[in-house]
């Protein structure tokens, strides 16, 4: 998994482009290349995942990151992150929104933790989304985001299949209707 997702992990981190004061939010981190390359950049990043033998495997990557406490991990599901009202800055998430069973639901979760003009970047293997990435896109905005972007690319390595992204913001004023 490590191997496979590294490329598209830290492409998403790079789209995501953390500052040193951003918090983030990393759903379903896996083995935690991508977190390790968030907390490079930020200072306040939050790992969760409903799997405690993939939150151990985060943690033996990114031991000095947790000991100096720019990473903290903790159980949670992309529809029940555990994470405050508009604590985040920034959420990532890389091939695993095909686990979440209420996408709807996941994405409403992730703007009610984005602050007003927080982005969120996911990424997943362009053939675990079988509806394609317009579905998605209207799902995002269907659940209040704006500013959604979409493309593909094709991570460098063989072993990894093109990869869907999207990156959308949380507006910082509700639409007025």
Known sequence: M??????TERRAVAVAAPAEQDAVLVIGPGPGVGLEAAARLSAHVVGIDPSALILAMARR???ALVARGRLRLALGTADRTGEPDASA???????????????PAALAEIHRVLRPGGRMVLSAHEKWLPA????????????????VRTWTWEPPTRMAPTA???AAVRPAHPAHG
Not at 2 to 7: D, E, I, L, S, T
Not at 90 to 95: F, Q
């Open 164 to 166: 869907a992204q999207l």
């Open 132 to 147: 394609g990435l317009p579905a998605l896109a209207g799902l995002v905005a269907a659940a209040g985001f704006g500013s």
């Open 61 to 63: 990557r990114c031991t």
């Open 2 to 7: 490590a191997h496979g997702n590294a490329a």
């Open 89 to 103: 800055d920034v959420v990532i998430s890389v091939n695993n929104l095909h686990l979440w069973p209420d996408v």
